[in-house]
């Protein structure tokens, strides 16, 4: 049995491109607060972690797949906006400018197995107008997301250059992914 502890589309579609489809979708009811002086990179792995922990919980005989995905600037997590106005200064934040992206990926076997990893992809922003942020803005695709963007919507017209797993800014490291469930023996 193989569950996906997330309720995102694009995770559940990147998986399944790759040919694996989840029998159950199962998102983690966790607090996602980060910890005083915790790094991004901890942050992210932490919050995979626990993801998986807690649906292991339920289904203790299943392939559990966890990722979360968090954008940065320096060492600041960008998270997702609470309103229009904080995705404005978001988006503005980003344009011409580099960041990155870090996804936390927790895979977890029946037998025991856990694997954690951490994916860093290196984004840089055209410079985009204000017009154009406001386009985009309306659009709401904003909303939900950790950095204000899905790499695979609107917001792509923003993005110059990546250098890293276009996967795993989308949300699931595919080839990670792929590699630890045949290492831990899943068919």
């Keep these: 049995m193989l569950v996906l502890a997330s309720a995102s589309p694009a995770r559940k579609a990147l998986l ?19 910890r005083k002086d915790e790094k991004p990179t901890a942050y992210v792995q932490r919050l995979a972690e626990e993801k998986a922990l807690t649906i292991q919980k339920l289904h203790p005989n299943a392939y559990i797949i966890a990722a979360d995905t968090i954008a940065v600037m320096g060492a600041r997590i960008i998270g997702k906006a609470a309103d229009r106005a904080e995705a404005e200064k978001i988006i503005t934040r980003f344009s011409g400018r580099r960041h990155r992206v870090l996804t936390g990926l927790c895979i977890l076997s029946p037998n025991g197995k856990k694997s954690v990893r951490l ?13 154009e942020i406001q386009t985009y803005l309306d659009s709401g695709e904003w909303e939900g997301k950790s950095g204000c963007y899905g ?14 797993s276009y996967t795993s800014i989308i949300g699931l490291p ?8 045949n290492g831990m023996g899943f068919r």
């Design 151 to 164: 790499l695979q919507g609107r917001a792509s017209a923003f993005i110059e250059t990546i250098n890293g």
């Design 119 to 131: 994916v860093s992809s290196a984004v840089k922003c055209r410079m985009v107008q204000a017009a």
């Design 16 to 34: 399944e491109a790759a040919g694996f489809k989840p029998d159950l979708i199962l998102p983690a009811d966790i607090d996602e607060t980060p």
């Design 174 to 181: 595919i080839a990670e992914t792929i590699a630890i469930l």
